[in-house]
């Protein structure tokens, strides 16, 4: 008799073929080979099988079978499951838990890469209120004016300004209006630095949206300059990306880093205090700004240093009070330098 194996999609299998007798010498002989050949066969196959693991191949959903959480190869055509810790489980990335936030929408940005690091409703487009004051002033001061000059405060500049130190008929220098347009969230003087630009109030408006353009804000639309109106409107990414270029201009960003500033007019001298609570606490603030109107919630937009030294941009649009914007910010900032430092060395990467 000679044996033979051969190969099914099932199983191997022993078929038997009547020869001539060849004694019992012929039969433990071919026993013999027919031992060595499994052995054999066996051995390729799991090297084999062992070589195509190693390679990085995945099985396919049909292949796969759950074992305590860990996936393993099933047996395909034939060749039986591995032993356990034959093959290592593919190496799990920790996820990264889901920041508390509150407000309509948000975004932490990283300035250099332009990466989005975590972000919600970041693209819708809103009322951003008195942040539309970042644009005003990168604007008018683009023009390099005499910041020692004096302009009068008219009666449309004050006209239900809602924020405002100024009264009507006051002279007050153009540095002290930048003052307040950045730091009191002032309507008049952002009204008045509008006005008294090159191009008159109508204008410089449509010059607002012509830098919005420029820096390629397509989302971004101004209406007046303080903020008031709704119409300013845009979403929290272009905000973030707006708040990290003025940080670039250090004749803003000084000035956006100033907790108090004494303004003098013509008639009496005041101290004014920044509306940004995040001033003076343990975060880093580099550049920031307020704002606040019905249809657009209490919004901040920030650019802050971590413990690394990098910056990043977060803004927190629509939260539902003054406080509550401080707060979700730093609780963005505290969550991006603990439960997700991964995102900082992955974008760095």
Same mark, same amino acid.
């Given at each position: 008799m000679q044996v033979e194996w051969e190969r099914d999609p099932g199983r191997r299998r022993q078929t038997v073929a009547s020869v001539p007798s060849q004694g019992f010498a012929g039969k433990v002989s071919g026993a013999r080979c027919g031992l060595r050949a499994c052995v054999t066969a066996a051995g390729l196959t799991c090297l084999a099988l062992s070589v195509v693991v190693d390679a990085g191949y995945r099985p396919s959903g049909s292949e796969v079978a759950s074992t305590s959480g860990a996936a393993v190869l099933t047996a395909a055509s034939g060749v039986p499951p591995l032993a356990a810790g034959a093959a290592p489980a593919p190496r799990r990335v920790p996820s990264v838990p889901v920041p508390r936030v509150r407000a309509q929408a948000a975004i932490i940005l990283d300035p250099v890469t332009g990466e989005t690091l975590w972000e919600r409703n970041s693209r819708e487009v809103r009322p951003i209120a008195s942040i539309t004051k970042v644009m005003t002033v990168l604007l008018f001061l683009e023009q390099q004016p005499d910041l020692s000059r004096e302009v009068v405060i008219s009666r449309r500049d004050v006209y239900r300004a809602s924020t405002t130190y100024l009264r009507r008929g006051e002279r007050v220098t153009l540095r002290d209006l930048v003052h307040l347009a950045l730091m009191a969230s002032d309507n008049a003087a952002a009204r008045a630095l509008a006005r008294v630009s090159p191009w008159g109030t109508t204008r410089f408006?449509?010059?607002?949206?012509?830098?919005?353009?420029? =820096?390629? =804000?397509? !989302?971004?639309?101004? $209406?007046?300059?303080?903020?008031?109106?709704?119409?300013? /409107? #845009? #979403?929290?990414?272009?905000?973030? +990306? @707006?708040?990290?270029? /003025?940080?670039?201009?250090?004749? /803003? #960003? !000084?000035?956006? +880093?100033?907790?108090?500033? !004494?303004?003098? $007019?013509?008639?009496?001298?005041?101290?004014?205090?920044? $509306?940004?609570?995040? @001033?003076?606490?343990?975060?880093?603030?580099?550049?920031?700004?307020?704002?606040?109107?019905? =249809?657009?919630?209490?919004?901040?937009?920030? *650019?802050? !240093? *971590?413990?690394?030294? +990098?910056? /990043? #941009?977060?803004?927190? *649009?629509?939260?539902?009070?003054?406080?509550?914007?401080?707060?979700e910010a730093r609780r963005l900032v505290d969550w991006l330098s603990t439960q997700a430092s991964v995102l900082l060395t992955s974008a760095a990467e």
């Amino acid at each position: 008799m000679q044996v033979e194996w051969e190969r099914d999609p099932g199983r191997r299998r022993q078929t038997v073929a009547s020869v001539p007798s060849q004694g019992f010498a012929g039969k433990v002989s071919g026993a013999r080979c027919g031992l060595r050949a499994c052995v054999t066969a066996a051995g390729l196959t799991c090297l084999a099988l062992s070589v195509v693991v190693d390679a990085g191949y995945r099985p396919s959903g049909s292949e796969v079978a759950s074992t305590s959480g860990a996936a393993v190869l099933t047996a395909a055509s034939g060749v039986p499951p591995l032993a356990a810790g034959a093959a290592p489980a593919p190496r799990r990335v920790p996820s990264v838990p889901v920041p508390r936030v509150r407000a309509q929408a948000a975004i932490i940005l990283d300035p250099v890469t332009g990466e989005t690091l975590w972000e919600r409703n970041s693209r819708e487009v809103r009322p951003i209120a008195s942040i539309t004051k970042v644009m005003t002033v990168l604007l008018f001061l683009e023009q390099q004016p005499d910041l020692s000059r004096e302009v009068v405060i008219s009666r449309r500049d004050v006209y239900r300004a809602s924020t405002t130190y100024l009264r009507r008929g006051e002279r007050v220098t153009l540095r002290d209006l930048v003052h307040l347009a950045l730091m009191a969230s002032d309507n008049a003087a952002a009204r008045a630095l509008a006005r008294v630009s090159p191009w008159g109030t109508t204008r410089f408006i449509g010059r607002m949206n012509a830098k919005a353009a420029e =820096l390629g =804000l397509q !989302q971004t639309r101004f $209406t007046d300059p303080s903020g008031l109106d709704e119409g300013n /409107v #845009s #979403s929290a990414y272009e905000v973030s +990306r @707006l708040i990290a270029e /003025v940080s670039e201009r250090p004749q /803003v #960003s !000084q000035i956006m +880093r100033k907790r108090s500033y !004494q303004i003098r $007019t013509s008639r009496r001298a005041r101290t004014i205090r920044s $509306t940004n609570k995040l @001033l003076g606490t343990r975060v880093d603030v580099m550049a920031g700004k307020t704002g606040y109107i019905d =249809l657009a919630g209490y919004c901040l937009a920030a *650019l802050v !240093q *971590l413990d690394d030294e +990098r910056s /990043v #941009s977060i803004v927190v *649009l629509g939260a539902r009070s003054n406080a509550g914007r401080f707060a979700e910010a730093r609780r963005l900032v505290d969550w991006l330098s603990t439960q997700a430092s991964v995102l900082l060395t992955s974008a760095a990467e």
